[in-house]
C-alpha cells in the first residue's frame, strides 16, 4: 500500500535528495557540478515549499519514501496560449527502483495536472528523460521548440 | 546604417508591439487571445525592463525602429548544468519584412550571447519559430527535451 502526501518546507532534504538520485540514476555523475547543485537547490526549494511556488508531493510505503514529484510555478512572459504570467514546470520526478512498474509516476503524473487545472494553468512543461517520455506522450504531451546553448567559455563570444 | 541600443522602460510599448508583430507574422491569429497577451505583456516587460531581469535591444534605421531582441534573466532550478538559479530565456526576436537578410537577427542573438557570458550564465534557451531555427542552430543551439502540454478543459484530468 503507497500513500501520497504532499510535501511541506520539512521535506526539503527529502526533495532535494530524490533530485539527485534521478539525475544520478539517469546517467550523470556525482561530480562537482552535481554537489553544487545540490548545495544550491536545497535553499531555493525550501523557500519555494514555504511560499508555494513550488507544490511537491511523496509516496510512502510504510515508513520509506519511494517515489516524488514537484510542480514549480514558473514566471513566464504572457503569451497568446496563455496570457497569465504563470506557467506549470513538473520536476523532480523520481521512482526509486524497487518501486517501479506499479504506476508511481502515473499517479503522481495525474496529481500534479489535477493541481494545475485547478489553477487555471493552461500550459505545462517538462524535460524529459528518456525513459520518462513515453509516460508523457501517454499522457497528452508533446515535443516542444524549445532549442538551448550551453556556454563554458569556448564557444561564441 | 543600422543603430543598435539598449531598450529601457519607456521602450516597454515598443518591445509589445514587435512580440505581436512576430507571432501575427509567424501566421498565428490576431485574435482575444493574442489581445490579451498583449494587454499582459506590457506591465510584465515594464516591471523587468525596470529592475533589470529583462535586457532588450533596439535596432534603428534612422528613426525608424525595425528590429529588436530581448532576454529574459530567469529563476530556474540549480541543476547540474548550472547550479545558479538563473538561466537566459530569449524572447521578441523580431525583425521588420523591410530589413529582413541582413544579418539583423544575428546581430541582436550575438549581442544577447555576449550578455549573457559577461553575466556568467550557462544556459540560454529560447523557443524557436520555424524561420529562426536555422540561425540559432548555426550558433550551437541544440533542440531540447522539452515537452509541453496545453490544458484546455477537455484533456485528462
Redesign the interface.
Known sequence: MFDTRRATEADAELIAEQRLKM?VEMG?PD?K??Q??Q???LP??RERLADGRYVGWLVADGDRTVAGGGM?L??F?????D???LRAYL?NFYVAPEARGQGLAYGLL?AA??E??GRN?????????RSG?PL??R???????????????E???
Open positions: 539525475f550523470h561530480d557540478g552535481m553544487l547543485m548545495r544550491n537547490f531555493w526549494v514549480w514558473m514566471d512572459p504572457p503569451h497568446w496560449r496570457p497569465q504570467a520536476l495525474k495536472l489535477v494545475a487545472r494553468i493552461r500550459v505545462v512543461s517538462l524535460h524529459a528523460s517520455q508523457y506522450e499522457n497528452g504531451f508533446e515535443a516542444s521548440n524549445e532549442m538551448m546553448l550551453y556556454l563554458n567559455g564557444a561564441m563570444r
